[in-house]
């Protein structure tokens, strides 16, 4: 099983800092890697899938990269409407798999 | 309006049954996986199951191995999560979200249902 291991727990910035959210797989993983919004009492929202590249309607503050294992969502300028949990999941090997979140909270 | 509604939910007793039903609408369902993806109360995601555009290939988290099973209709653009021998750790929300992959590419889960709750207690 891929072990995907977000990092920070817990993210606390201001509005119009940048956030970096990290995503680290246990082991290689092909592109197949999507991040997820969520915020309390709603369904998550796909934000980024195949590593980089921004679903329909996802502003441009979003970005997604890589490095080897290591997944990279970040947010150029936070936005009031930013602050939620973000997830990354992996489709590259069954059983499909989350990592634990990370909460972008205000400062 | 592309929409997935989840129903089925309720309350349930330990080692119960549960069949939960997720309809989708406004796109060509037969052309997406169909995933269930739970969220225990105050915790994360969890993908549970994973069916394939034709529903020859089905896949599940070694939790639920054995005790659910994905099935879809898709003259009823339909996906179905019967649950048996449920227990407490399965009370969760539960979502259904569809996803489609390639060779190359992931489209990642982009649209998700509102979600159906499943409590499992005495």
């Known amino acids: 099983e891929i072990v995907l291991t977000q990092s920070p727990a817990t993210l606390s910035l201001s509005p119009g800092e940048r956030a970096t959210l990290s995503c680290r797989a246990s082991?290689?993983?092909?592109?197949?890697l999507a991040w997820y919004q969520q915020k309390p009492g709603q369904s998550p929202r796909l934000l980024i899938f195949?590593?980089?590249n921004r679903a329909t309607g996802i502003p441009a503050r979003f970005s997604g990269s890589r490095s080897g294992t290591d997944f990279t969502l970040t947010i150029s300028s936070l936005e009031p409407e930013d602050f939620a949990v973000y997830y990354c999941q992996q489709r590259s090997k069954w059983p499909l798999t989350f990592g634990g979140g990370t909460q972008v909270e205000i400062k | 309006e592309v929409q997935l509604v989840e129903s089925g939910g309720g309350l349930v007793q330990p080692g119960g049954s549960l069949r939960l039903s997720c309809t989708g609408s406004g796109f060509t369902f037969s052309g997406y996986c169909m995933n269930w993806v739970r969220q225990a109360p105050g915790k994360g995601l969890e993908w549970v199951a994973n069916?394939?555009?034709?529903?020859?290939?089905?896949y599940y988290v070694d939790s639920v191995k054995g005790r659910f099973t994905i099935s879809r209709d898709n003259a009823e653009n339909s996906v179905y999560l019967q649950m048996n021998s449920l227990r407490a750790e399965d009370t969760a929300i539960y979502y259904c979200?569809?996803?489609?992959?390639?060779?190359?590419?992931?489209?990642?889960?982009?649209?998700w249902g509102q979600g159906t709750t499943v409590t499992v207690s005495s």
């Open positions: 082991q290689s993983l092909s592109s197949f």
């Open positions: 195949d590593t980089s």
């Open positions: 069916i394939k555009q034709d529903g020859s290939e089905k």
């Open positions: 979200a569809r996803d489609r992959v390639t060779q190359y590419f992931y489209y990642g889960m982009d649209v």
